[in-house]
Every structure is written in structure tokens, then in C-alpha cells.
């Protein structure tokens, strides 16, 4: 993890905090928001649904962690999806009101944590990383998880019973904060709730350019391959360009599907370490994101190394990705709108500094100051 490089004031260090977490139970964008606000807030308890000690990186085991009736559920940690009618339940049980200020990490039900006792209240502020997708996504989310129509069928009361919880639920937090332009829009949209955006933090310190750049033969992807990332545009498009070469990282179910389809030219190489993923960073022609993900990291871990992005003008890259500058847009979700980017890149017409610089807007430290400027403005206006 990089080094702090930035305090809380004064006006937040004298104020009791409390950290909430949907689960604890994987890894992945979440836990890294997590992990950078354990870092700015190191006495603050984390309030979670359920915690795997054993799945969970060992400095977790040095965090106060607390967690709800659910850790005590048979198969939580493997099944967490089985158990989702009780996480209203187990958040709304959860009293935080005896705290001053109260930060909730969510993508789920985290926010309906209990603010306000008697006559105790809590200031409480959503980094949300998007309105729960399953309640308010729910198709693209079924065809995501490959979810069978009767059980879709099935969930769908449930699920609007669900719906009506987590609206209420966000009409109690006082502020929220977005992750990109895109997860501003849904907030708007489905709780119509203002927000600000503030991006979530990119390890721009190890994703650095090569000391001597070097602009090797191939495209790069690196994603879990499943349905809803949309490798099989870049695999198809490059069946069009069989001059060029793609490299995908990864894996993931849609596996032995892509490699079906892919060309020649399409080469699968698995899951690499971290150094390596960072070495072919450094050197492809250019990072390949068509899929549209609420943020996306990845695309600005390419910028970071200095290397451009050809994405899906959707989602996250649209506040990530300046075209002409740091690389490119493809207008459509579509083979032919991809490819035809593609015909026309130039991976010399980017430079190394530029996309480094587009980057840096999105680095650890620059979510570390404009969090801590917001709370402390925040805080100020709510005495």
C-alpha cells in the first residue's frame, strides 16, 4: 500500500468515525477504497455484515472489525449471495448513531446502517460505488451471473420488496458521493439524490512508465473473462486485423468460448503476476477496455504505465479516457466500431507523459485530498 501522504485536519481528527463495509469475504475495487480509508482513519472500527479471516489479506487480522449476526450463518463466508434478504436486516440492526461521522463503503446495503437514537445523530456520508445493481440492474445483472429465468422469476418480489428498503435506506444518508459521472447519473436517477464525484484511488506508484519506453507488437486486455466485460468484441475485431496482435490476461468462465472464436493473431496467457502485468502494460500498443464498468481501473493503471486506451465510450471511461490525448473512444458496443478504431490507431501519436499525466488525476493521493477536503467541508457546514 503507498505511503500517507495526507492527514486528516483538525476538524476530522477530533471526531469519533465509523467505517462501514458491505462484506468482507473478497477482494477486489472495494477493498481497495477500504483499505485507503483504514489508512486515513486508522482508529476507526469497520462495521461489516461478515468477515473470512482467512480469505482476506493478513493486515485485515490488525483492523477492529465488527461484524453482525450473519457471521454466525452456516456457509456465510463460500454463499453470501444465498442470504441476501437479511442484509437490510443485519445493517439496519447495526446502531452507529453514537458516532459523529459515519462513512459507508457501498455497493449494496451497507448504507442502511442506523444514523439517528433518541437523541443522538450521526453525520453520515455514502461513498457510493453504485445504487445496488442486483435491485436495480437486475437483467443485466441476471445475464452477468448466468442466473436461470424461474429463478430470476422467483427473486423478482423479493427483489422489489428489496428495492423499496434500499431507496428508503438512501434517503437517510446525508451526503453521497460518487465514483464517476455514470454512478452520479444512477444516484440521481433511482434515489434522486445529488452527489459529487469523487474518483476512487489508482496505485499510479507501481503502475509507472518503463524506464527506457518501448512500444512493443500487440494490444493488451487484462479482465476476468466473463459475459459483461465484452472481450469477444475485441476477440472478433481482431479477426478483421490479422496483421495485428492481441494479448488477453486473464480468466474466467467465458474462457474456452473466446478461445474458440479467437483467431490466430488472439493469443490467451492466463492469469500473470503483478509484475508481468505491469511489464506488458508498459509495452503495448494499447490497453483494449470495451466492455463499461462504473469506473475501471485498469484502463487508468495502462494510462499510468504510459500506455493509451481504446474504449467503449461508456461508463467510467468517459470521465478516464481523453481522446486524442491518452487514446481513444469507440462510439459503439459493436465489432465494426472497434475495428474501425482500430484501423486508424497511430500507438506513436500518444505520449508517454501525457497519459501519465491523465493518470495522475486519479491516484491515491489525489483521493486522499479531495476526501478529506469534502468531509472537512462537510463537517464544517453540519456542526
Request: aromatic letters at 10%; proline letters at 7%; a positive charge.
Amino acid at each position: 500500500m503507498q505511503q500517507n501522504l495526507v492527514q486528516p485536519g483538525r476538524s476530522l481528527a477530533r471526531l469519533r468515525i465509523a467505517l462501514v463495509h458491505d462484506w468482507l469475504n473478497q477482494m477486489g475495487g472495494a477493498e481497495n477504497v477500504l483499505e485507503e480509508l483504514v489508512q486515513l482513519f486508522p482508529g476507526a472500527p469497520v462495521y461489516t455484515s461478515m468477515y473470512d479471516r482467512e480469505q482476506m489479506p493478513a493486515m485485515y487480522r490488525n483492523w477492529d472489525i465488527r461484524t453482525s449476526f450473519m457471521q454466525r450463518l452456516p456457509g456465510i463466508h463460500r454463499h453470501h449471495q444465498k442470504y441476501l434478504a437479511l442484509y437490510p436486516l443485519a445493517f439496519a440492526r447495526t446502531d452507529l448513531s453514537g458516532y459523529d461521522l459515519v462513512l459507508s463503503n457501498k455497493s449494496g446495503f451497507c448504507h442502511g446502517v442506523r444514523t439517528v437514537n433518541q437523541n443522538r445523530r450521526a453525520l453520515h456520508v455514502c461513498y457510493c460505488l453504485t445504487p445496488t445493481r442486483y435491485l436495480w440492474l437486475f437483467e443485466q445483472y441476471r445475464e452477468r451471473e448466468q442466473i436461470s429465468p424461474a429463478l430470476a422469476a422467483l427473486l423478482r418480489p423479493l427483489l422489489a420488496q428489496l428495492r423499496r428498503w434500499d431507496y428508503a435506506a438512501a434517503q437517510r444518508v446525508d451526503h453521497f458521493i460518487a465514483i464517476s459521472s455514470e454512478v452520479q447519473r444512477r444516484i440521481r436517477t433511482i434515489y434522486r439524490r445529488e452527489s459529487v464525484v469523487i474518483y476512487p484511488p489508482v496505485d499510479t506508484d507501481y503502475f509507472r512508465p518503463a524506464v527506457q519506453p518501448e512500444i512493443g507488437d500487440y494490444y493488451l486486455v487484462v479482465s476476468r473473462l466473463i459475459p459483461y466485460k465484452r472481450i469477444d468484441l475485441a476477440v472478433q475485431a481482431f479477426a478483421h486485423l490479422p496483421h495485428e496482435k492481441l494479448v488477453i490476461v486473464g480468466d474466467g468462465r467465458d474462457r474456452a468460448m473466446l478461445e474458440a472464436q479467437a483467431p490466430p493473431n488472439v493469443h490467451f496467457i492466463g492469469r500473470q503476476p503483478r509484475d508481468r502485468v505491469r511489464a506488458l502494460l508498459q509495452r503495448c500498443k494499447a490497453f483494449i477496455f470495451p466492455g463499461m464498468e462504473d469506473f475501471g481501473i485498469a484502463p487508468v493503471e495502462a494510462m499510468a504505465a504510459g500506455r493509451p486506451v481504446i474504449a467503449f465510450a461508456g461508463g467510467g471511461a468517459l470521465d478516464t479516457v481523453l481522446p486524442g490525448v491518452s487514446g481513444e473512444l469507440f462510439p459503439v458496443q459493436t465489432v465494426e466500431s472497434l475495428t474501425s478504431i482500430l484501423r486508424a490507431f497511430d500507438p506513436h501519436a500518444y505520449r508517454t507523459e501525457a497519459c501519465r499525466s491523465q493518470a495522475e488525476r486519479f491516484s491515491a493521493v489525489a483521493f486522499r485530498e479531495s476526501l478529506l477536503t469534502y468531509l472537512s467541508g462537510v463537517i464544517e457546514s453540519n456542526p
